[in-house]
């Protein structure tokens, strides 16, 4: 399999989601996911600020992710640009237009706020698959190619 992917992580989104449900986010078997649909070129994980110390943002970089540390939801009005929903969907166009050799973006989030990434992905020819739990948009069922389940411990 010679197709190039990229896994772009959503964590305050999905260890909310988690941490709501009492699970935890298994990033061994995250990171095993998105391999398993081509060559891995890397798999970013946007952390704001305030959860940089999360055992599990340990865990993640224990497997290998990126960790890139964005803005808090916390900062006044005028760097809300600086969220880490804004950032990973900066990165990610970035990541489709300037990779011509990539194939597929794995997008790890429920929000909807990412369905600018994906039909830009879409509209560059990238496969688009989405990795949530149960609290995923009704807009990204919609727009996704593939939708697969978040992994968590047991």
Request: proline share 1%; hydrophobic share 45%.
């Amino acid at each position: 399999m010679d197709e190039r992917v990229v896994c772009l992580v959503d964590y305050e989104n999905i260890a909310d989601e988690a941490v709501l449900s009492g699970k935890i986010i298994n990033f061994h078997e995250l990171v095993a996911l998105a391999r398993s649909y081509g060559r891995l070129a890397g798999t970013y994980v946007f952390v704001p600020d305030h959860r940089l110390k999360d055992e599990v943002v340990w865990r993640a970089r224990k497997q290998g992710c990126v960790i890139i540390s964005t803005g808090s939801q916390f900062q006044d009005r005028a760097k809300q640009y600086l969220t880490a929903d804004t950032i990973m969907i900066d990165f990610g166009i970035s990541m489709a237009v300037a990779m011509q050799k990539l194939d597929k973006i794995v997008v790890v989030s429920h929000d909807g706020d990412f369905v600018t990434l994906i039909n830009h992905a879409k509209n560059e020819g990238v496969e688009v698959i989405v990795v949530a739990g149960e609290k995923i948009a009704g807009v990204l069922r919609e727009v996704a190619d593939v939708i697969r389940d978040l992994p968590f411990e047991s």
